[in-house]
C-alpha cells in the first residue's frame, strides 16, 4: 500500500509539473549481474552440505515495472523504475522440509537525457542516472517431524548507478509506442541490517555481500502526450 501511495502521489507532480510532456509507463525485462549474491548463497548450501538441498532460483533474470514523465523541451524525463528478483534453495523428504529463499526488491528514482539521432528518424540515445532502494529478506523454514522452525532476517541498501539505452518511439493515434534497450552499471552499496544500520552483510570470508543490479535492460510500453 505505501508502494502504491508513494507511485500516485509522484505520478500527480510528474502531471503538474509541465503542461507540455508525455507520461509513460513500461514493462521491462532485465538481467542481473547478481555474482555476490549468488556466491553468498552457494555458501548457504555448502554450510548444510549434508542434507542434499537444490537450487530452485538463483537470482535470475526478470519483469520489471517504470513510469514516469518526460518533460518535451528540455529533452529530460523523471521515472520510478521497479525491479525484484531472488535465490531459493529447497529440499523435502519423508523426514521433513527445509527451504532458504532470498527475496531481493530495488524501487529507483532516475533522470535520463536524450539525444536525438539524425540518420534514423524517432531513434535516440538516452543517458540516465539513479538511485536504488534495494531490499534483501533472507527467509528459512524448516519442519522436521512436529518441530516447525521459521526465521526471516531483512536487509537495505542505497544503490547508485548510470546506464545508456537506445529508444525507438512509434505515434499511433492518441498515445505513443515505445521500445528500448540498454545496460545499466550499478554500484552497490553494504547490505545493512533492518535492525541495526551499523552492522551489514558479508560472507564467510569476511568480504561484503553486494545486490549487483548491473545488467542488461529492455522495455515494452505507451506514452501519452499531455498538452
Known sequence: MRNLLAIIICFSFFHTFSQQGKVFIETNYNTFFHNSLSDFQKEFKADISPIPVKTLDDFPANIGFTLGYEIIDSNTAIFLAYNSTGGKLSYSDYSGIIRLENALNGISLAAIY?????????????????????SLNLNSYSEIGNNIEIDEVGFNSIDFGAGVQFEYEYPLSFIILKANIGFDLVFGGKLRFNDNNEAHLINNSNKEVKT????????????????
Do not use: H, V
Request: charged share 15%; no cysteine.
Open 114 to 134: 536524450y539525444s536525438s539521432l539524425s540518420e534514423l528518424k524517432n531513434l535516440r540515445l538516452g543517458i540516465k542516472g539513479f538511485a536504488t532502494y534495494s
Open 212 to 227: 549487483g543490479w548491473s545488467g542488461l535492460r529492455t522495455g515494452l510500453g505507451i506514452a501519452f502526450p499531455i498538452n
